[in-house]
């Protein structure tokens, strides 16, 4: 079943994970949104791997193919740099490597002017704002029109990527079973994110279509979130914590630094509006919930926020919203046999209408678990 990977909050959920243990399921990988902005943290043999632009597939598994579509904006210097790391230790993995040729080119100019205007919303200077703007202005340039002689698109060819779009591939995309890997998460969502302090792309299942891939069909909308809630950069965070102690701990054992940035991420508390708003924005369809085992090394009870003063109908509720929240009694398995785990769950799916499909803790690739019966 074709299935789509979101970020149901404002990224950094464990995203690259998920799609890693369940990639060998599919046969293609597909990102259809962002660029190097994000930055998609990958445990293979306990060894880490940070992704940007490539897709979170298991290079291990050698049947896998990856996709990068057409929403996405992309530096190809920086796209055959990650080939080039990759290709140590999976020689041959830039054949498995297919680009939409229709793909925006993110340029210097772009980094450069990302670095001197958008400080105040704390964007990651990765030029993703000023191509976006490039593409609805016009302007772009697409991949299909820089030079085939240049070096990096020569390079690129050299270690097998592959520049065709989805319809090219239509027959075989047809008959196989497709993982669309989501970058950044609803609440960074250009339209229905915390406008202005969102990225530039469509974030929702909204950017499978805008890379042109309306003739596969979508079966399920995973959602994941953390079972407590980060950001990076400015912006409301409505349930951010306001004990510095308690999000310093978290963000020390949960590693909480921005993978592409390296910038101490805010820390807080499952937001359940938040995560309904999401969900219901973008027809997410299951939740995968991620870094069990963070909170079950905290020793207090754990605050959960289950409303606001209003519920949020608007991106612009989120600006003065007023949590008010329950707590819970951490657990010491993320287990279903582990009662307080089982009521945490219970409130989840109570409040948002939609089933914890998936749990998983952070490091352990191990550590996913199916809770569907
Ligand atoms: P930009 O995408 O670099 O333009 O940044 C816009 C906003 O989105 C900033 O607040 C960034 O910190 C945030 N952002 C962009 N990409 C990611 C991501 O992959 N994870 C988390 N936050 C992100
Ligand atoms: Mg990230």
């Known amino acids: 079943m074709n299935t789509v990977i979101l970020g149901a909050l404002w990224g950094d959920e464990g995203k690259g994970a998920v799609v890693h243990h369940l990639s060998k399921n599919f046969d293609w990988v597909i990102?259809?949104?962002?660029?190097a902005n994000s930055g998609?943290?990958?445990?293979?043999?306990?060894?880490k791997y940070v992704h940007s632009l490539l897709p979170s597939a298991d290079f291990r598994n050698e049947k896998i193919k990856c996709f990068l579509g057409s929403g996405m904006v992309i530096d190809p210097n920086q796209l055959l740099g990650e080939i080039v790391e990759a290709s140590r230790t999976f020689p041959k993995v830039g054949e498995r490597i297919y680009v939409d040729p229709d793909v925006v080119?993110?340029?210097?100019?772009?980094?450069?002017?990302?670095?001197?205007?958008?400080?105040?919303?704390?964007?990651?200077?990765r030029g993703i704002g000023p191509a976006y703007v490039s593409k609805v202005s016009r302007s772009a340039v697409r991949l299909r029109n820089v030079d085939p002689d240049e070096d990096v698109i020569a390079h690129l060819r050299h270690y097998g990527v592959k520049f065709m779009t989805p319809l090219d591939l239509k027959e075989e995309l047809l008959n196989s079973n497709l993982l669309f890997e989501g970058a950044q998460g609803v609440m960074l969502d250009v339209n229905h994110g915390t406008y202005p302090f969102v990225t530039s792309c469509d974030c929702t299942v909204g950017g499978v279509l805008a890379s042109g891939f309306g003739f596969v069909g979508i079966g399920e909308i995973l959602?994941?979130?953390?079972?407590?809630?980060?950001?990076?950069?400015?912006?409301?965070?409505?349930?951010?914590?306001?004990?510095?102690?308690?999000?310093?701990?978290?963000?020390?054992?949960?590693h909480e630094y921005g993978a592409v940035t390296g910038r101490d991420r805010r820390v807080g508390w499952l937001d359940l509006p938040a995560l309904r708003y999401a969900c219901e924005k973008t027809g997410i369809s299951g939740l995968v919930l991620t870094k069990n085992d963070i909170l079950a090394k905290v020793d207090e009870e754990i605050p959960v926020c289950i409303g606001y003063d209003k519920t949020p109908t608007s991106f612009s509720d989120f600006f003065d919203a007023k949590p008010k929240y329950l707590t819970v009694y951490p657990w010491e398995k993320?287990?279903?046999?582990?009662?307080?785990?089982?009521?945490?769950?219970?409130?989840?799916?109570?409040?948002v209408g939609v089933p914890v499909k998936y749990v998983t803790d952070g490091v352990d690739e191990n550590s996913f678990r199916s809770l569907e019966t």
Do not use: W
Request: aromatic content about 8%; glycine content about 12%; proline content about 2%.
């Open 31 to 35: 990102r259809f949104n962002g660029g």
């Open 105 to 125: 080119i993110v340029t210097q100019e772009h980094k450069d002017h990302d670095r001197r205007k958008n400080g105040h919303i704390g964007t990651t200077n």
């Open 223 to 254: 959602g994941v979130t953390k079972c407590y809630v980060t950001r990076v950069g400015e912006g409301p965070f409505p349930t951010e914590a306001t004990d510095i102690r308690v999000a310093g701990m978290i963000r020390e054992v949960g």
């Open 334 to 351: 993320a287990d279903l046999s582990d009662e307080s785990f089982r009521t945490f769950i219970g409130l989840i799916e109570s409040y």
């Open 40 to 47: 998609h943290t990958i445990y293979r043999d306990r060894v």
